[in-house]
């Protein structure tokens, strides 16, 4: 059987793939606080960033949800990447309302409510890709292996081709 990685990197664990993938690491982990940070500098033109990397990750993990790559993951890797599409649609959603005005407070109103709920939505999209990312940057990118289930999938492949 053969195992395919995902596309975001290189199989090659050299020192410059290590480094780029810390680096990659420890910007998603400070994701939700560089988007309120962009927000709180920049207003309505830093919601509209906030909101195009939001809009970026949703096309991202929907493309790997189409290709298919859930049924390569092992079991938490798979189901991480559908919690982080269904994340990045509730924030994409949720940050409409930070485009249209500038950051609020949370407050006991509707748009407190709104930007409560972009923030929480934010900041599991964050933590969810920023975990996710950790795995696949292990040994075994958090794909299945014949061990863990491969036989299975290739089974199912099988009778589908």
Do not use: K
Request: no cysteine; net charge positive; proline share 5%.
């Amino acid at each position: 059987m053969t195992v395919v990685a995902p596309p975001t990197m290189a199989h090659a664990r050299g020192p410059a793939t290590t480094v780029l993938g810390g680096l990659v690491l420890v910007l998603s982990g400070l994701g939700f606080p560089l988007t309120q940070a962009v927000i709180a500098r920049f207003g309505r033109r830093g919601a509209l960033v906030a909101e195009g990397v939001g809009i970026g990750l949703l096309v991202r993990d929907a493309a790997l949800v189409r290709t298919g790559l859930p049924a390569r993951l092992q079991r938490l890797p798979g189901l991480l990447l559908w919690l982080e599409l269904g994340a990045a649609a509730l924030a994409t959603l949720a940050g409409l309302a930070a485009v249209a005005r500038p950051p609020q407070r949370v407050q006991h109103t509707t748009a407190g409510a709104l930007e409560a709920l972009r923030r929480l939505a934010v900041g599991l999209l964050f933590g969810l890709h920023t975990y996710r990312f950790w795995i696949y940057l292990g040994r075994d990118h958090g794909l299945r292996t014949e061990d863990d289930g491969g036989r299975a999938q290739a089974g199912a492949q099988q009778s589908r081709g």
